[in-house]
């Protein structure tokens, strides 16, 4: 089983529509949780952090974490044909000093939004 | 403010052939990474430096080697390349902001033949 578990899509929703992306892991170790959106051809961008399971809202966007299920969510209010891209939740252990550095990253959801 | 700075952008080798990836940032991190992105696998971890003089493997490391030349540069370089290195490379640094603090370049598309 990977540490991180993300369906890959493509995801197609018609614009307007509320979009969800989901995120599922395994290991209790970790405790920040990000969304990043990836443009094609272009680096990833974080667009959303939390660290605390509940809601995050940020505009259209709000980021959902629970610790208990171990389960992220991504939504999306009102999408627009620019939020189409590749969305990767990605998630990290403290930085203690101790253990691997880096992200976790899950697939990626392929999204789009049609006009 | 140009962040994260890879080069080069495209490159196409043929088997056996040897390259160097080059990364520099400019927003004085101490953190540096370099992943690899392949269609239906997500961004994973080839080797880190969490500072200048240390390197860490991360959970692909094989068939490739690490430089932390100073601050600002971190390189990945592919000795012996083969096809199943064929893939995007992105390189990544972070402030001490933890996780949240991460800034990725645009990336390196390499072809293996």
């Known amino acids: 089983q990977k540490e991180v578990e993300q369906d890959p899509g493509p995801l197609s929703v018609p614009e307007g529509a509320i979009v969800s992306l989901n995120c599922t892991y395994s290991?209790?170790?970790?405790?920040?949780f990000m969304w990043y959106r990836q443009y094609s051809r272009k680096g990833p961008e974080l667009l959303m952090y939390t660290y605390s399971s509940g809601n995050k809202e940020d505009g259209r966007f709000t980021a959902q974490v629970d610790k208990s299920s171990k389960y992220i969510s991504l939504f999306i209010r009102d999408s627009q044909p620019s939020d189409s891209a590749t969305y990767l939740c990605a998630m990290s252990r403290p930085y203690s000093g101790g253990g691997a550095d880096g992200l976790t990253f899950g697939k990626g959801t392929h999204l789009i939004i049609q006009p | 403010n140009a962040g994260v700075t890879q080069t080069p952008k495209f490159q196409v080798l043929k088997t056996g052939q040897s390259m160097t990836l080059q990364c520099a940032q400019d927003m004085n991190h101490n953190s540096m990474y370099w992943y690899r992105q392949d269609p239906g696998m997500g961004l994973r971890l080839i080797y880190y430096s969490a500072s200048e003089g240390t390197t860490d493997k991360g959970e692909v490391p094989n068939g490739y080697n690490v430089s932390r030349l100073n601050k600002r540069e971190f390189s990945l370089r592919l000795e012996s390349a083969a096809p199943s290195q064929t893939s995007v490379y992105f390189c990544a640094s972070r402030s001490t902001g933890g996780a949240r603090g991460y800034t990725f370049g645009s990336g390196t598309r390499l072809t293996v033949v």
């Open positions: 290991n209790s170790a970790f405790q920040y």
